[in-house]
């Protein structure tokens, strides 16, 4: 009777078809052992030696004896397996240990590991999903369910977040192990050993190149954050050209983070307190600060270098400050590969070709169809001026801005709009800024929208600050939906149509769906400044 093979946890990794010499995938291959594994593959190695954990010696001084015996073992593999399929060689590295440490950066698939999962992991078993939202500040979640459940399950956006890694049981424990994990490496525990792993890798490689995993995960593939080192370098590249040569085509500035501006003094590109402040900032403005030799031979790392200040109001001191590579947006399209990448807050991501097409076609169909509502450009120091002045020169108009109402304990203040017209608009404006910006805009009129529909005390509260000829007659009666219609206003210096970052145009994408499911008419109304 043969004798049956234990359990092996293997961390898998795709490298790339550009690499094929070992020197080119493994880091100072020179200093480690290797072993070639005849007709598998070839093991590189690192000398392995005991030590002393730093914390028995911080944390314990002398309290501990020397002749403790307390000791940690550094231990480092990685096999290298080339394999053929259809008469294709791909080289795939397994990571033992630290093993992964000795992989050269950029050498492997990037979600090579998650794609393979979603193709052998049953999805009404999942078990933990690792998340990124997109739409807000960009934010890190993790989460477990307590028994196996379904995508749904865990509240994901498929349109704002990127999904980072999943584990969840097999469909075949047998073949596949119990649960498996998959992220850019494939992590699971399988009956595999050194005799088998070659069928096990062309048996994974499979699962990779299938496209099963679309039938319950193919929105997977709409937001995916790049890590390919020569795909960024060349992104980069052309990002620098394109500030080299004005116009600039699909890239612009903007204020990464929400901020307060009534608080806001203006901007600056140098420390120097006698520099000229900027309403706002931008890439002309910026590029314009620039020297003519750094203009001339501009850098990424120049970008990064270079400060944008943001100056208070109360004290002109520094109240917030970004690098500008971080206040860039800036979209590419390879029209060979048909590809369209973003780049946000100082990373760049891969869209899903149909994905950015839907999503900037339902833009420009809301864009196109504007609002009837008409308010006067905008030449004012903060936006609760502008909306004070607007209500005062048009009777049609009240300006209910910083009037935020609290409900209860769930709910922080919500402000129920900015300016409110007499027949039933609620108008919410923001000055143009980036992503996280401009999502903060499109949610409150949400929450707002939802809020008002479903809550009788809301509009008991929002009527006690609408002065008497705006107010509600009946504050009990749910109100009707299709005869408010919600106003998203975005104050912008650009001449040209308005246009925002892409990942805002998902946020106000979803914001339109869920507001016009509950009835209400929802338009975009671009406010000029100084008459553009």
């Known amino acids: 009777m043969a004798k049956k093979i234990p359990s092996n946890k ?3 990794y795709l490298v790339k078809k550009d690499y094929s010499a070992h020197e080119d995938i493994v880091k100072n291959i020179q200093t480690l052992n290797a072993e070639d594994l005849n007709g598998v593959g070839t093991f590189y190695y690192g000398d392995s030696f005991e030590f002393t954990p730093s914390w028995v010696k911080k944390f314990f001084g002398m309290a501990i004896s020397n002749s403790a015996r307390i000791f940690s073992a550094s231990a480092k593999g990685l096999l290298l397996v080339e394999i053929t399929k259809d008469a294709e060689k791909r080289i795939f590295a397994i990571a033992f240990g630290y093993g992964w440490q000795s992989l050269k950066p950029g050498v492997i698939e990037e979600r090579f590991g998650l ?4 193709g052998i992991i049953d999805p009404d078993n999942l078990r933990k999903i690792d998340k990124k939202n997109m739409v807000t500040v960009p934010k890190d979640t993790s989460e477990q369910l307590s028994k196996a459940g379904i995508a749904s399950d865990f509240g994901i956006d498929i349109e704002q977040d990127l999904i980072r890694s999943v584990t ?11 649960y498996i994990t998959g992220k850019d490496s494939l992590s699971i525990s399988v009956r595999v050993n050194i005799s088998s792993i070659k069928d096990f890798l062309k048996i994974c490689y499979e699962r990779y190149l299938s496209d099963d995993y679309k039938k319950y995960f193919d929105w997977i593939d709409q937001i995916a954050e790049i890590k390919d080192i020569k795909l960024i370098e060349e ?3 052309k990002l620098i050209e394109n500030l ?6 699909k890239t612009w500035m903007a204020v990464p983070d929400v901020v307060e501006w009534e608080h806001v003094s203006g901007f ?17 403005s910026f590029m314009n600060f620039l020297s003519d030799d750094e203009k001339q031979n501009l850098t990424l790392g120049l970008l990064k270098n270079k400060i944008v200040y943001c100056i208070s109001s ?5 109240k917030h400050h970004w690098n500008a590579f971080s206040c860039l947006y800036c979209e590419e399209h390879d029209n060979v590969k048909n590809k369209t990448f973003i780049l946000s807050n100082g990373k760049w991501y891969e869209i899903e070709s149909d994905f950015s097409q839907q999503v900037n076609a339902d833009f420009q169909s809301l864009r196109t169809s504007g609002s009837t509502v008409t308010l006067p450009s905008y030449n004012h120091d903060n936006e609760n001026e502008y909306n ?8 049609n108009l009240c300006c209910m801005d910083c009037n935020c109402i609290t409900i209860d304990k769930t709910h922080s203040k919500i402000e129920f709009c900015d300016l409110m017209t007499k027949d039933k608009k609620f108008i919410h404006i923001k000055r143009y800024g980036g992503s996280s910006v401009l999502s903060h805009l499109f949610s409150q009129g949400l929450v707002s929208g939802e809020l008002f529909l479903r809550d009788t005390k809301f509009r008991e509260k929002v009527n006690e600050k609408l002065p008497d000829s705006f107010k509600i007659s009946n504050v009990k009666a749910k109100p009707i939906a299709s005869q408010h219609e919600v106003v998203y206003g975005i104050i912008s210096s650009c001449s040209e149509d308005l246009d925002i970052p892409f990942f805002s145009k998902v946020s106000l994408r979803t914001a339109k769906n869920r507001l016009e499911t509950f009835g209400y008419k929802v338009s975009l109304l671009k406010i000029s400044t100084n008459g553009n």
């Open 388 to 395: 004070k002045a607007a209500a005062i020169s048009d009777g």
């Open 235 to 237: 992104l980069n590249n």
């Open 244 to 249: 080299k040569n004005s116009p600039f085509n």
């Open 10 to 12: 293997l961390s898998i």
């Open 268 to 284: 600056r590109y140098s420390h120097k307190k006698e520099e000229e402040l900027k309403d706002d900032i931008d890439v002309s």
């Open 115 to 118: 794609k393979t999962a979603l």
């Open 168 to 178: 969840g049981k097999s469909i075949d424990e047998k073949k596949y192990g119990k």
């Open 314 to 318: 109360q004290n002109d001191e520094i």
